[in-house]
């Protein structure tokens, strides 16, 4: 239940950056899609994600979703001041190196079983 409750959380973050994003009408706009305060819930989320045991279909959407988080890496870099306290393998923390991050720190999940 608790996974299924911070998916649903990081989804609707995210599925709401995706459709406003187009109707953007510049950077200003862009970066006011998400405030301060709404990233770093967003990040604490995928922090959440990725403590917990996700089933197959679970782990799929995860994988959509950070493909979205890592699509729009300007907008999170730009909300949140980089953290070097936190492990590579929390990537989503590290966005403002780029979304090569993510492939230089992308974490093992832990399947359901």
Not at 51 to 71: F, I, N, P, W
Not at 79 to 107: A, E, F, M
Request: aromatic share 6%; charged share 30%; with cysteine.
């Amino acid at each position: 239940m608790v996974a299924a409750q911070a998916l649903e959380r990081y989804r609707r973050y995210l599925e709401s950056v995706e459709s406003e994003a187009d109707r953007a009408s510049g950077e200003e706009e862009y970066f006011e899609l998400l405030d301060p305060g709404e990233t770093i819930d967003l990040l604490c989320t995928r922090d959440q994600l990725a403590e917990l045991t996700l089933g197959e279909a679970q782990m799929a959407e995860l994988e959509r979703l950070d493909q979205l988080l890592v699509k729009h890496h300007r907008l999170i870099a730009g909300n949140v001041p980089p953290s070097p306290d936190k492990p590579p393998s929390r990537w989503w923390w590290h966005l403002h190196q780029g979304p090569r991050v993510r492939r230089t720190g992308k974490p093992k999940l832990r399947r359901a079983g």
